[in-house]
């Protein structure tokens, strides 16, 4: 670190005595004799004359020093904008962006915050940047290229980002609070929390039990055939037998066939069974890819290995499951692929429970769904399902019909072992890294503390949550992060008016539906109220000496609570939804109409009140924008303003907006990223890529919309001639520094629905007429093409 780029002097500029005297001032005096000893010996033996000729070339000479110190001086206080005709290398069109106002760096004229706030900013953005790129020709790598210069990937992460380094702060904070020991009167919850924390922690009580709570709980499960050999009864097995039990147990009920209870998009006043297609160990996209894909070849290795060391025979473990990962990928290529799931509608398919009867009559319908919902609900045949894939169901059932069951068996506890291995002993776990090295690239797990907070922090978020606001949580975050809704949702609605494209019913209806969307800042109140949590963990059981056992007592819990559901009207501000506060992130719910801000992203790169509001527009403003847009994507746009499965667009209206949307596919269609030599997924990634285009745009007029309200801002130290606009994209940009493992980049672009963080900042930037014009970049330069696209 170069730390003369954020401290106010050097050591040079203090005197080596200490004093408040020059560091030559000791020499003064001897050095003042001496020149008057020269003056007398050489001034009395001259004539008059001489005398006379030599003083007037004395004047003369301290004229022409005058006046070229005055030249000099001149050139000093030249504005920018007339040092900017001198060559600058790479800065030179950016230096020609600077305002008339702002001169010279060191001017009186340029305001400069020197609130340490301001000085951590600078120094932060100073690290990441690259300032021999031209901004105009890269500002990714103008923005970013230090940081992707600097920054080294652990060997535990997969990559490193602004995300992931907010994380990192979160984990800690999180494990100081799971660390804490429980008070006689501390909440339930949090005792609940603690346990869980303290049972993943407790390695010596994992490693003395081994693997034998796997072992009883196959048993239990009705055996896995590779470990049973020939003792496995075949006759007491039967796909939906295996369901059943695995709803009783803790686990995914999801594994030939997706069961859920969700909301009804057409009616989202109520809930509805849904079914889908089958939840995969590994993505569709590389399993049917088949056996020769390295992926492919790394998951069958796993699968073997793990059964090995449960106890399974090699040369049976071998042949089995490659029979049974051949029926999985046989569920892969039955399954509907991710571009042809974008459409709502289509997924759109109910159906009683008689005519699935009659539709799939292969499948106990009845008996099936009431054994799910058992003991809270009782359907009949007349209950309303939705079917998002029929097809899937009518192939699953020709799939199951001619595929034998000990290869379906097998299949399904295999998904069972590899959903327990996380919480077994270090061999199963080594295992297990192995296969994620060859999936992601990262070489070694998390702390062990990290696992064991990511865990507790996810499976009971609302209670993890709860602790984490009330000790760093700051509350003056949440009103300044409303206000900058509010600016951002504003500056939308002003789209939605001037948009040439749009016919005056759509936009009518789009503006109702910008004004009703909702916001969920932070976390919800009901998370200071500790009766509230102890009643919603009442009936969950922990043991700190049975991890296993204690999380699939939670994914117990949480099934139990989801399917209980059924009934109950839908409370689109129910707290227990929005009550995941230690997360950083955000969302947009489209049955909601509702976009939610954890207090986890309200904070670090993305938002401070102790710096200039172009940063946090920039940053969090961006993210508030991204999410706002989401409401009118590809996705999005197809639900009204309540929540609803409704097209409310005329049909003029939609044929255009589908054109602009092609546009922004074939614009990251085209992107290529180096490293791996792949283009990136334009169809997959729309959704996210038209809700940048927009949110951008709309955090730089909720800037410009401020800075009328408050006035022009000073600028950060040490990046004086970078104008607060030009901060605003430095900001934005510095929210996606990203870099990334190859393997991990693969399975983004491969199975992912966000662009890398480049194309986050080059695509959007690059359409933005004001990005071009505040940084000054020739029309046709990589920054400022001929060509735009723009949906809002």
């Not at 009867?357 to 099936?368: I, N, R």
């Not at 009431?370 to 169901?393: C, F, G, Q, W």
């Not at 007592?553 to 139990?560: D, P, Q």
Request: aromatic share 10%.
């Amino acid at each position: 670190m170069d730390n003369t780029s954020y401290l106010p002097f050097t050591m040079t500029d203090k005197p080596a005595n200490n004093t408040d005297q020059p560091v030559d001032a000791e020499y003064i005096p001897t050095n003042y004799n001496m020149r008057n000893n020269v003056k007398q010996s050489f001034w009395r033996p001259r004539t008059d004359a001489e005398k006379r000729w030599m003083m007037i070339a004395g004047v003369a000479a301290v004229l022409a020093v005058a006046f070229l110190a005055a030249f000099i001086a001149s050139l000093l206080l030249r504005t920018t904008s007339d040092i900017s005709d001198m060559p600058q290398t790479s800065e030179l069109r950016l230096s020609s962006s600077m305002p008339p106002a702002v001169v010279a760096r060191g001017s009186d004229d340029v305001e400069t915050c020197s609130a340490p706030g301001c000085i951590h900013t600078a120094s932060r953005l100073l690290l990441n940047m690259d300032e021999k790129v031209d901004p105009c020709d890269n500002f990714y790598d103008f923005a970013c290229g230090s940081f992707l210069k600097n920054t080294r990937i652990p060997d535990d992460k997969t990559s490193v980002n602004t995300f992931s380094i907010i994380t990192d702060q979160l984990q800690e904070q999180i494990r100081s609070l799971l660390d804490e020991p429980v008070t006689p009167e501390e909440p339930r919850p949090f005792v609940l929390a603690k346990t869980l924390y303290q049972a993943c922690m407790n390695r010596t009580a994992i490693e003395a039990r081994g693997v034998q709570p796997l072992l009883d709980m196959l048993k239990r499960l009705g055996g896995w055939p590779v470990l049973d050999g020939q003792s496995w009864d075949e006759n007491s097995f039967s796909w939906e037998q295996s369901v059943y039990k695995f709803r009783d147990a803790g686990y995914s009920v999801d594994y030939f066939l997706d069961f859920s209870i969700s909301v009804d998009v057409k009616n989202s006043t109520r809930r509805v069974i849904d079914l889908d297609q089958a939840s995969l160990g590994l993505s569709r996209e590389y399993l049917n890819r088949g056996f020769s894909d390295k992926l492919v070849q790394a998951y069958y290795e796993y699968m073997v290995d793990i059964a090995i060391l449960l106890g399974a025979d090699k040369t049976k473990a071998t042949e089995e499951l490659k029979e049974s990962l051949q029926f999985e990928m046989k569920l892969a290529n039955i399954s509907l692929p991710l571009e042809k799931r974008r459409n709502a509608t289509s997924l759109y398919n109910p159906m009683t429970i008689a005519e699935l009867q009659q539709k799939f009559p292969k499948v106990p319908w009845l008996e099936y769904i009431n054994r799910l919902l058992a003991p809270h609900i009782t359907v009949d045949v007349n209950e309303l399902t939705i079917v998002s894939v029929p097809k899937y169901i009518t192939d699953l059932e020709a799939l199951l019909e001619k595929t034998p069951k000990r290869v379906q068996a097998n299949y399904v506890m295999w998904r069972v072992a590899g959903a327990s291995v996380s919480y077994l002993t270090d061999d199963l776990r080594r295992r297990q890294l192995a296969y994620i090295t060859a999936l992601s690239g990262k070489t070694e797990r998390e702390s062990r503390w990290k696992e064991c907070a990511d865990t507790t922090s996810a499976s009971m978020s609302i209670a993890v949550g709860a602790l984490y606001i009330r000790k760093y949580f700051n509350e003056n975050s949440k009103a300044n992060a409303l206000e900058m809704v509010n600016d951002i949702r504003q500056q939308f609605r002003k789209t939605l008016t001037k948009v040439d494209w749009m016919d005056d019913m759509t936009r009518q209806e789009a503006l109702e539906k910008a004004d009703a969307m909702a916001s969920h800042i932070a976390y919800p109140s009901e998370m200071l109220d500790n009766n509230r949590l102890t009643e919603f963990y009442s009936g969950l059981e922990m043991s700190s000496e049975h991890l296993m056992e204690s999380v699939l007592n939670l994914t117990l819990f949480t099934t139990e609570y989801l399917f209980g559901k059924l009934r109950e009207p839908v409370n689109k501000t129910d707290w227990v939804t929005h009550g995941r506060p230690a997360i950083v992130n955000a969302f947009y719910s489209s049955i909601e109409n509702s976009i939610q801000f954890p207090a986890g992203i309200l904070q670090g790169a993305f938002f401070s009140a102790k710096r200039p509001a172009y940063m946090n527009y920039g940053a969090i403003g961006f993210v508030i924008g991204h999410e706002i847009t989401h409401g009118f994507d590809d996705q999005g746009r197809q639900f009204d303003k309540n929540g609803n499965l409704v097209d409310w667009w005329q049909e003029m209206t939609k044929e255009k907006y589908l054109d602009k949307a092609k546009c922004i596919i074939d614009q990251y269609s085209n992107y290529t990223v180096k490293e791996v030599g792949l283009k990136l997924n334009g169809v997959n990634t729309q959704g996210e890529n038209i809700a940048d285009n927009g949110g951008i745009k709309e955090a730089y007029y909720a800037y410009q919309a401020w800075t009328h309200r408050h006035g022009e801002e000073a600028r950060l130290p040490g990046l004086e001639k970078y104008s607060p606009r030009q901060l605003f994209w430095l900001s934005a940009a510095n929210t996606w520094c990203a870099v990334y493992r190859n393997e991990a980049i693969k399975l983004r672009i491969t199975t992912g629905f966000h662009a890398p963080g480049r194309f986050r900042v080059i695509g959007p930037m690059s359409n933005m007429e004001e990005f071009a014009s505040d940084f000054k970049c020739p029309m046709g330069s990589p920054m400022n093409p001929d060509k735009k696209c723009k949906v809002w």
